[in-house]
């Protein structure tokens, strides 16, 4: 994809490719906000449990759900998303500066900032915790009696958080090839724009969960 | 350099690959050929959803008829409306985006060729997944806004939805594809001087369009997932017996979406007029800013307006009150419009061609459809009106007496630049009277109907309720389209075989496409020109000339002026066929499933692996 | 929508990539405050959602949106690099988001879960 980066006149003096992302996360942003709407639409008029934030018993039984979010583990992995988004950047600048030769009294963390494999692998390592922690979540719920088919609560939370999680992983995806091409050739700045493209959609993806962390799992 | 060579025989160039046969058009990443595939397959299904539309009429023509089932009318009437609307008129405009944008713009080609190459396969595949069902009448049969929870399986139990789920979400990955494409092509490969006050009209509707379309498809996109999930896995998005869903989720997500989609429908129709009209009054568009900025206010406030669709469902009086207001409001740039292209004409010295008769028709058919529209932005007069004839009647005018008489507009213009042929004037002529007569006869009926409160979508109805001689009335005039129709399939076919030779500017029109061969070369512009002007070929400065001289060179090759085009592919439309086998695959096994999908992402790998074009030297 | 409208090539030189990459563009030092914000801001939400009385006071979703809302502004303005870039890519996204926000408003009010407004 980037054999033949040839520089076509543009009008604005931009590329193509970031043009075309970012009208892409303008799109993204209504994708969400209707699972989002949804999901806040409904919230609260789920007519059998288990419910997010409050306890629930089941009328011919007797059971009690207990509230079924797990504040301590998602802040775990919101907290991870976020530092995904430190490693991104820091992957980006250090495909930027590839090349630039590194002050004669370097340090260990300088030279180890200069190591596009490393922030680009700590990236998708921290993404696939992150997807990690999703499937203990959606697992345990399953197993406590919340799934997809159960409420209205059930229905929209899997959606839209299985929305965002599959956006995490076509992100992991996107961030191994680069890895693999990074392995195998080296990355350096004439390839900084596909780096770019990458980061931002990564990053979107890190913001759509700050609101999804906010707006569902702490807000009551 | 090469403007002293003698023109060589039109030979495929050496970088582009083969440029006749089937294979050509298979791996096709020309802007221009994709526009002509858009073409054909959208009149194609423009003639199909017309049949539908003929049969629905017979059926009505008289009371109590019995010509096909009520089964069979409900899957006529939604894939009258389906096909019409994203598989005749959406891409019917996405022609013309592709044919014009880049010769409006002064480009080669548009930003992502192989992209563009894939929106069209998806297109036509999708068309044909969510077209076939009715031939074993099989059709979905909810209404083209499929209005949940009647859509869920509880009340829809057949594969009949399915099919329209699941190929709406086909068609808006084609459409969704395309936009970013456009939208980034228009934004970045304006010719130097080519400034945003600069481009032509119908660029600058279509740049608007994408905006609508990039912020309007997710939003079905999700409205048509929770459906899906709820047909396939049982979710309870509009699950209203059971788990409490609110039965008016679907209509408003439905909506935030439909209302912007009625500007996608109209405005590229707005763009061909204000092309045809300054080039047949021999006057530059009338306030040209303008009608800039009343488009744009037309689409950021098409999205402040879709619950003018529920009225009847009593949102109470705040919301009645905004949504009406806001509809209103939209009447004052839609207006200016009108003046403006009136304005255009007043003063200048019209040619009444075919083209030009047409757009003028839109102008008036549109401002029928326009106030009939305004009437029931009012909630009491809605109230009357909703879900009876006289709504049928005022989208009728709006789509087919705006959207598709301006598309007609576009084809007699352009089918010169297309094809190198003039449209036979006389046929043209038969043509459009036939449809302005047919259309007026066939929908203007339906006000009246509607008044006297005929139901939407009832598939037959008793005599003595003074609809009947309306209804006939409709029914004649529906079979003067469809002649009228023929006649044009009749002018296009003979056209393009023994027109009359049209040459670069068969109507003395102003902008950049006129400045080039008909048909195009494939690199379309040999120099990419230099703009000084909103008309270069009216009021351009001598390097607007210059330009239009040097690239009015015929029979040259690519080669010849050493320009690297891109090469021909058929990864897009492997990719496609991929993405479609995996929709597929839902309603027959997960086999089909994995495999589509397996061949989507591969086949995706190696289009991403490999080159666009050859290595600059 | 304030794209270019003097695309000379002279503008547009001063606007190739390459060239733009090195002015005002954030550093390492830059980044990790942003991370260190975005951790405290994290960790001040939690606590938040932990303190009963707090949750039931009218300033706990103000609160908690306000949070978010500048963590979202961080991220964005300099992990995606929106405060240095282009002013055409601020345009792209802030448009839709507005468009995306005032709907969520509008379905949050239509559904009744705007009691604010609501006499
Ligand atoms: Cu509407």
Same mark, same amino acid.
């Given at each position: ?220 | ?13 050496? *970088? ?130 499929? *209005? ?265 213009? *352009? ?107 494939? *690199? ?94 | ?119």
């Amino acid at each position: 994809m980037s054999a033949t980066v040839t520089h076509h006149y543009t009008s604005t003096g931009l590329d193509n490719r970031k043009i075309a992302i970012w009208a892409f996360i303008g799109s993204e942003c209504m994708l969400f906000i209707s699972l989002i709407s949804t999901y806040l639409i409904y919230k609260g008029r789920s007519v059998v449990g288990p419910l997010p934030h409050e306890k629930w018993t089941d009328p011919s039984t007797g059971h009690t759900f207990a509230p079924i979010l797990n504040i301590p583990v998602t802040s775990m992995s919101t907290f991870v998303l976020l530092m995904s988004s430190l490693f991104m950047v820091l992957a980006l600048a250090a495909v930027q500066n590839k090349g630039r030769p590194l002050p004669a009294n370097a340090g260990w963390w300088t030279r180890k900032l200069a190591s596009s494999q490393l922030w680009l692998f700590m990236t998708a390592l921290a993404g696939a915790t992150f997807l990690g922690f999703q499937a203990y979540e959606f697992t345990s719920f399953v197993n406590e009696g919340l799934t997809i088919k159960t409420n209205l609560f059930g229905s929209s939370f899997f959606t839209l958080t299985g929305f965002h999680g599959a956006h995490v992983t076509a992100g992991v995806l996107w961030l191994l090839a680069l890895l693999s091409i990074d392995a195998r050739r080296g990355l350096g700045p004439s390839d900084a724009l596909n780096v770019d493209i990458c980061a931002l959609y990564w990053h979107f993806v890190d913001v759509v969960w700050i609101a999804i962390f906010t707006l569902v799992y702490l807000i009551r | 350099m090469a403007s002293t060579a003698i023109a060589t025989p039109l030979a495929p160039t050496a *970088y582009s690959g083969e440029q006749s046969g089937v294979w050509s058009w298979l791996t096709t990443v020309d802007h221009k050929r994709i526009g002509t595939l858009y073409l054909f397959t959208a009149l194609f299904f423009f003639m199909w959803g017309g049949v539908e539309a003929l049969i629905i009429r017979a059926q009505l023509g008289a009371p109590n008829q019995h010509l096909v089932s009520a089964e069979f009318y409900n899957q006529l009437f939604t894939m009258h409306g389906t096909t019409m609307i994203f598989l005749a008129i959406m891409p019917l405009s996405a022609a013309f985006f592709n044919y014009l944008i880049p010769l409006q713009i002064g480009a080669r080609d548009v930003a992502f060729p192989r992209l563009n190459a894939f929106s069209y396969w998806v297109y036509l595949f999708g068309g044909i997944f969510i077209t076939v069902p009715i031939l074993f009448a099989v059709a979905p049969d909810g209404g083209w806004f499929g *209005y949940a929870p009647l859509t869920t399986r509880a009340y829809s139990p057949g594969i009949n939805i399915d099919f329209w789920v699941i190929g709406l979400q086909i068609l808006g990955v084609s459409s969704l594809a395309a936009a970013f494409n456009f939208l980034t092509t228009i934004i970045n490969l304006r010719a130097p001087g080519m400034s945003l006050m600069r481009m032509p009209m119908f660029t600058w509707m279509s740049f608007v369009v994408q905006f609508l379309l990039v912020l309007a498809f997710p939003v079905i996109t999700i409205a048509l997932v929770f459906l899906l999930f709820d047909r396939f896995f049982g979710t309870n998005f509009y699950n209203t017996v059971d788990a409490g869903a609110d039965p008016l989720l679907w209509q408003h997500l439905f909506w935030i979406f439909g209302h912007p989609e009625v500007y996608i429908l109209i405005l590229p129709a707005f763009g061909l007029v204000s092309e045809v009209i300054p080039a047949n009054s021999k006057k530059p568009l009338f306030g040209y800013p303008v009608m800039v900025y009343s488009g744009i206010l037309i689409a950021v406030l098409g999205f402040g307006v879709w619950a003018h669709h529920m009225f009847a469902v009593g949102m109470g009086p705040i919301a009645d009150t905004f949504f009406s207001l806001a509809t209103m409001l939209i009447g004052i740039p839609t207006g200016v419009k009108i003046f403006n292209w009136i304005a255009t004409m007043a003063q200048g010295h019209v040619r009444l061609n075919t083209p030009m008769l047409f757009a003028i028709a839109l102008v008036a058919l549109f401002t029928i459809g326009g106030i009939s529209g305004v009437m029931h932005s009012s909630p009491p007069a809605d109230l009357q009106q909703t879900d009876t004839y006289f709504i049928v009647a005022h989208f009728h005018y709006v789509l087919f007496g705006g959207s598709i008489m301006g598309i007609f507009a576009g084809i007699y213009h *352009y089918f010169p630049k297309m094809t190198g042929r003039m449209l036979d004037e006389k046929l043209g002529k038969i043509h459009f009277w036939l449809y302005f007569v047919g259309m007026n006869i066939t929908f203007f009926p339906m006000h009246f109907a509607g008044m006297l409160g005929m139901p939407r979508r009832i598939y037959t109805y008793d005599a003595g309720q003074g609809w009947e001689s309306y209804n006939f009335y409709s029914s004649i005039g529906s079979y003067i389209i469809g002649v009228a129709t023929l006649v044009f399939a009749w002018n296009f076919l003979k056209s393009r075989r023994s027109g009359a030779i049209a040459g670069p500017n068969p109507w003395g029109a102003a902008t950049l496409e006129w400045t080039i061969p008909s048909p195009p070369p494939d *690199y379309n512009f040999a120099k990419i020109p230099t703009v000084t002007s909103r008309y270069p070929l009216w009021e351009g400065k001598e390097a607007d000339l210059e330009s239009a001289r040097f690239n009015a060179q015929e029979g040259k090759t690519a080669a010849d002026f050493g320009i690297v085009m891109p090469y021909n592919t058929i990864k897009p439309m492997i990719v496609a066929f991929g993405l479609v086998l995996m929709f597929c695959g839902l309603l027959t096994s997960r086999v089909i499933i994995f495999l589509g999908a397996g061949i989507m992402i591969v086949s995706l790998f190696t289009w991403l692996l490999s080159p666009l074009e050859p290595e600059h030297h | 929508m304030e794209i270019h409208n003097s695309p000379d090539s002279a503008e547009a030189a001063a606007h190739v990539p390459d060239a733009h990459e090195d002015h005002a563009h954030p550093t390492w030092s830059t980044y990790w405050k942003v991370a260190l914000i975005l951790t405290a801001i994290t960790v001040g939400e939690v606590w938040a959602y932990y303190i009963p009385s707090f949750v039931a006071s009218r300033a706990f979703v103000p609160a908690l949106l306000i949070m978010s809302a500048f963590k979202f502004v961080i991220v964005v303005m300099f992990y995606m690099h929106l405060k240095y870039d282009h002013k055409l890519f601020r345009a792209l996204f802030t448009g839709p988001l507005l468009i995306a926000g005032t709907t969520l408003i509008a379905l949050l009010f239509l559904f009744g879960h705007l009691t604010v407004f609501q006499h």
